[in-house]
């Protein structure tokens, strides 16, 4: 790895281990609501079945270990890989009563899982943080068994998602000049939309040794409530590239930009939810 995928890696895992970790682990149960058809169309597409051996990569507060585990019980069984101490033990807590469920505190960079190799390896946005991805697919390979599946949902770019791009040019249009450069503008930099580019994915998962792979986008609504939009709001301002826009400006101007968001998506509600569209794109490549 090169010098600058090393220090984009180290910058991941300390973020996923400090305030956007807490973040995420914080607001689990509201995610966990809003990624449900993300959760149900992945599990289409990967299809486990009982008695296969899945890793969950980035497996988060254990929502999708979860699903994975019921799955494949009763033989079946699924390891939960996370780097973030954090959010692991919202998924230890939620897990503590699931019997086929491991849970690994390390690096999908080059932790590989002992024993038998996996059936599937499975992940709900926890792939898009690498940086080196070519490095950390081979290194995932190496835990799939011959002709095993790799199966991941990532997010589209932030123009074809209204849901993140209407509260974060509402938050940029509160913030002094110069505007930060545009969420993955640089292609290797990871983070939240780092894989919106499906080519470029596609590219990726061949060079760390996946001789074929698929995509195809998934569409549809994240939902929020509207009795309360200015919870609403600062939720939204808090998540994902927009939290990161705000995250070391002054409390007056957070303040400020979760009324323009407010502002923003009032106008959108229907009774009482506010449904913003999201796309999401389903990847799957196979191990030689
Ligand atoms: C956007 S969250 C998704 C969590 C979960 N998959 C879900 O859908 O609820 C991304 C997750 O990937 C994890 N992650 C980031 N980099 C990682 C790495 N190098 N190795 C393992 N996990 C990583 C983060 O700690 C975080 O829990």
Redesign the pocket.
Known sequence: MTDQATER?AR??EA?NGPT?AQ?AASEAR??RG?APVLAALMDWAAPAPGMRVLD?????G??TLALAQAVAPTGHVTG????AV?LEAARARLAETPNVTLTLA???TWSLPGEPADLLF????VM??GDPVA?FANLRRSLKPAGRFAFAAWAPLAENPWMDIPYQAALSVLPPPAPPLPASDPNEPGQFAFGNPARVLRLLHDAGYPTARVRPFDFNMRFPADDIARTATGLSNMGQTGRLLRDHPEALRTQAATAIAQAITPLAKGPWIDLPARVLLFEAAAP
């Open positions: 890696h991941q895992v996923w970790g995420w995610t966990e990624l990569v980035g497996c988060g507060a929502g999708t890989l996370d780097v973030s959010i690096d999908a960079l992940s709900r946005f926890g943080f690498f950390a």
